[in-house]
C-alpha cells in the first residue's frame, strides 16, 4: 500500500451521527437521564466491521468534582429496536474530573466496538451523571466512526 492509499483516510471509513445534542445540570434536568441515540443502518454505510462511537462534551466541573457516564452499544433488525440485543456496556467510566477551584473540562470519550456480529441497525444510549448539585453541567453529543467495511464508503 503505498502513500498515496494511506494519507486519504476518508477512503476507509465512514461517519454517522450517533445522538442529538444533550445538556444535563447536576441534580437537574438531565442528570443521570438515558440519553437515546440515533439508528445508524450498517447496511447504508457498507456494512462496517467496527466502530468508535466518540461522545463530544463540555462539562464545568466543581474542583475535585467528577463527569461520569454508563453507556450501552445496541444492535437490532429494526431501526426502532423493538429486540435490541446490547453488544456492550459500561455502567459507569469516569471520563473527566474538575481541577482546582473549578474548572470548564472539554474533550471526547472513545468508546470502541466489535461490530462483527451486529445486525443491521446500531445506536448508543448514555446517561451522564454529575455529583455537585446545581453547579455542574454537562453538554454533549456523540457520532459513530465506522470501518472494516467489505466495500470501501463512497
Keep these: ?15 454517522a451521527p450517533a445522538s442529538d445534542n444533550a445538556t444535563a ?14 439508528a445508524i443502518d450498517r447496511f447504508a454505510l457498507g456494512l462496517p466491521l467496527s466502530a468508535a462511537f466518540l461522545l ?9 468534582a467528577t463527569l461520569s457516564v454508563a453507556y450501552s452499544i445496541e444492535t437490532d433488525d429494526a431501526s426502532n429496536f423493538p429486540a435490541a440485543v446490547v453488544l456492550q456496556s459500561a455502567t459507569t ?26 445486525k443491521q441497525y446500531i445506536r448508543l444510549k448514555f446517561t451522564p451523571d454529575l455529583p455537585a448539585a446545581n453547579t455542574d453541567t454537562f453538554e454533549g453529543s456523540a457520532i459513530a466512526v ?7 464508503p463512497a
Design 93 to 118: 467510566a469516569v471520563i473527566d474530573t474538575g481541577g482546582t477551584g473549578g474548572t470548564t473540562q472539554r474533550g471526547i470519550f472513545r468508546i470502541p466496538v466489535d461490530l462483527a456480529g451486529a
Design 25 to 38: 445540570t447536576a441534580g437537574g434536568s438531565g442528570d443521570n437521564t438515558l440519553v437515546t441515540g440515533l
Design 146 to 152: 465506522l470501518g472494516g467495511q467489505e466495500n470501501l
Design 56 to 64: 463530544r462534551y463540555k462539562a464545568v466541573l466543581a474542583a475535585a
Design 1 to 15: 500500500m503505498g502513500f498515496a492509499s494511506n494519507h486519504d483516510i476518508n477512503s476507509y471509513i465512514g461517519a
